[in-house]
């Protein structure tokens, strides 16, 4: 819903789902494109996982790393956070994202 087509078909109101989002600057705009990239990074992991593909590597690369795997993590809590949600409340006795991916660190 944030590409370009579909948010010019319902214009601006749906950036309002992020109340707490930061104001654009000369720097950063947090428009539809930024949003969009970064709902992008989230989704390519979770295809990855619906597609039984292994994340415990670097993405593309032959070796062990959860960098990108908590990127989306970090970006998915900083999503919660503009739109007013208390991930860890949200998330709470669910999320072992980190705790996973200090485990599958230490196996390099």
């Known amino acids: 819903m944030f590409a370009n087509p579909q ?3 319902i214009s601006r109101t749906l950036l309002s789902i992020f109340p707490n989002k930061p104001r654009s600057s000369a720097e950063v705009q947090y428009n539809n494109t930024y949003i969009f990239n970064e709902l ?5 992991l979770r295809n990855r996982i619906a597609h039984h593909e292994p994340i415990c590597f670097a993405l ?3 070796e062990i790393g959860t960098f990108y795997i908590l990127n989306a993590y970090q970006t998915l809590h ?3 956070m503009w739109m007013g949600i ?6 709470y006795g669910l999320d072992h994202v980190q705790q996973v991916c200090s485990k599958i660190n230490g196996l390099k």
């Open 60 to 62: 593309h690369q032959p």
């Open 86 to 91: 208390d991930s860890h409340s949200l998330l």
């Open 40 to 44: 992008d990074g989230i989704n390519i």
């Open 78 to 80: 900083k999503l919660f």
């Open 7 to 9: 948010y010019r078909a």
